[in-house]
């Protein structure tokens, strides 16, 4: 089985302070991808990744960062964080044309 | 432009009684059709998929979905809920590929014993 690991279930930090949220698949996938998930809106795209050092913006890159080193690594990064981005983070992956594969999420909260 | 829609936000049924999650698309051309099962803190879950071919596709856990095209709907069904059945049901449609996915609000399903 695919196996998506996001390194925080629960996160609380304070406005203004860098924030990395970390993601690991164990299936080689080629894609990777991050989305925020708030109540009303659905999922969201953030940023994605077709190879390593690849990266594309999504639908609401704003105030994101991300990065890939390694294939099976792909961080999020919040410079800046501030209150509008508490939020629920899924990380996801896929090989191409495949169904994509979920982490359990990391529940952000920033005061 | 693309969109996903799903009526219900809330659906409550009673243990064993039937399921119909809806789940309509805009979209010209034949998308790639998934549904995921969200439990409460978790994850999504796939539970089934349509790439092509026949349009009635089985899935995990009992479910299954209906594709029609004159509907552009992708139905969510199963014969018979059980408790641990609640849960978040979303359906998500990729217009070209797998990887740019639009995804619906979601149908949240409470079953009551």
């Known amino acids: 089985d695919v196996k998506v690991t996001q390194s925080s279930r629960y996160l609380v930090k304070r406005t203004g302070e860098k924030v990395f949220l970390e993601c690991v698949q164990d299936m080689d996938h080629e894609n990777m991808f991050w989305y925020r998930q708030d109540p009303g809106l659905g999922l969201r795209l953030i940023y994605f990744s077709y190879d390593v050092k690849m990266k594309e913006k999504g639908d609401i890159p704003e105030g994101y960062s991300v990065s890939r080193e390694k294939k099976e690594r792909f961080s999020l990064i919040l410079e800046s964080a501030s209150t509008n981005q508490t939020s629920m983070y899924l990380c996801?992956?896929?090989?191409?044309?495949?169904?994509?594969?979920f982490g359990d999420g990391t529940r952000l909260s920033i005061l | 432009a693309q969109s996903v829609t799903q009526p219900d936000i809330h659906i409550t049924v009673s243990e064993g009684a039937s399921l119909e999650l809806r789940c309509n698309y805009s979209?010209?051309?034949?998308?790639?059709l998934f549904w995921y099962v969200q439990s409460p803190g978790q994850g999504l879950q796939l539970l089934l998929k349509?790439?092509?071919?026949?349009?009635l596709v089985q899935g995990i856990k009992g479910f299954e979905a209906e594709f029609k095209r004159s509907q552009s709907s992708f139905n969510l069904r199963k014969p018979s809920v059980h408790w641990s059945d609640a849960a978040e049901y979303v359906c998500a449609v990729g217009a070209e590929n797998t990887d740019k996915l639009i995804f619906g609000t979601g149908t949240r399903l409470q079953v009551f014993p």
């Open positions: 979209y010209g051309a034949t998308p790639y």
């Open positions: 996801a992956s896929s090989s191409d044309n495949q169904p994509q594969h």
């Open positions: 349509y790439f092509s071919g026949d349009t």
